[in-house]
């Protein structure tokens, strides 16, 4: 495993690999290829998902990272503004699974009561699964408790660098902060590639990001105006695609993708539009949106959501009003801070304005709310967000998930129980 450790700890958290973790790499490829097996065999898949379902589940791009002699930064969350990785002379991975295996490895050095999330990813330190294996650094935010002892779990192994995050969102002090926070992690990067991040390269980078916004909007737009075009969850797939896939690729396969799904004659639309929100759904374990989309109780295509693991990842670009180098970090720091709903937040009322307004413009019978077990964040965001949905009159479910396939049975009746209520409403 690449990186130096961070922290050099006087009391380091006992995180010993054990046999079993060796075995974690091939669990993730096995979920993987299921995952896309079962998708692939939905009748009528677009033929451009080819090229995303081979990124997920073969090892060609892993071993391009490997060969490339840029180094590799692995970052968690959407906190980081990649444009200033890429300037960096560096190459942007997102690190996020969702793995019930790794999370198992990882709970034997933290606390049993932590959610899926971070155990997972501390198992896929000891597991050395894929991205932590050719990440020379991890940066990682202070989004909640997990992730701020995650720091000091992962620092104890590799190099680590912390993204403080403030406490608000709005405001001159929380955003100097910030802007100030970016402007380290920048002179970090920097310090990690021995090159300095110039403006021509800063604006490239801006540029190819920005064009993987515009087509992120786009796929959002064609979900909502043609429901059914693409499902959901090849919808997450190929947003989650671009955790990992070179931006230039990404670009190139989702135009291929949009222009296949643009000519294509229209599909009978779904019985039933919905809205996903919450806690992040991560490859390779796409399970509640399988239990959604393959109901036996309606034909139901989840158009928009509002999670940080799907749309809210691409759709923002970057606004450039200053050209200078200092300017255009202030510009990608505000840009990773101002429209991210992430219940992190103190005041957050502006992700329950969007889960709203994602209702109404995608005309949304019905909003799934998702909460990963143990996340406090959503969980204590949930009984303003239930009575806000419910005061506009949208019927929505609010479902718990260990982010594993392994509580499908219960989760599936109470999906299947709604989406019935859905029908008789309509
Ligand atoms: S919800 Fe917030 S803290 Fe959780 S993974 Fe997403 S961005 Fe990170
Ligand atoms: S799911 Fe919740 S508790 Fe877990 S890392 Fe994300 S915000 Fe933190």
Redesign the pocket.
Known sequence: VSGAPSCRCRHPLPLEPIASDAELPAALEAAARETVARLAATPGRPAAMAPFDRLLTEPARHDELVRDPRPVVGT????VPEELVLAAGAIPIRL?YSLSSAARAGARGLAADVCP?VRALVGAQLGALPGFRVADLIVV?T??DG?RKLVRALGDQREVHTLALPQEREGRRAQAAWREEIAALARRLEALTGHRIRRGALRDAIELLNRRSALARELAELRVKRPGTISGRDAFLVLQASFIADPTWWNERTRALLDELTTRPSTEPPALRLLLAG??VLFPDLHLLELVEGSHAATAVIVADE???ATERLYHPTVIDETTVPGILRAAADRTLLP?T???FIANDDRIDRILERARSSSAQGIIHHTLRL?Q??DLELPRVSAAVRESGLPMLSVTSEGSGEDSALLRNRIEAFLEMLQQVE
């Open positions: 968690l969350c959407n906190f996020d999330v935010p989004s909640c992730k806690s992040p999670m940080c693991s991210c992430c219940p992190c996340c964040l959503f």
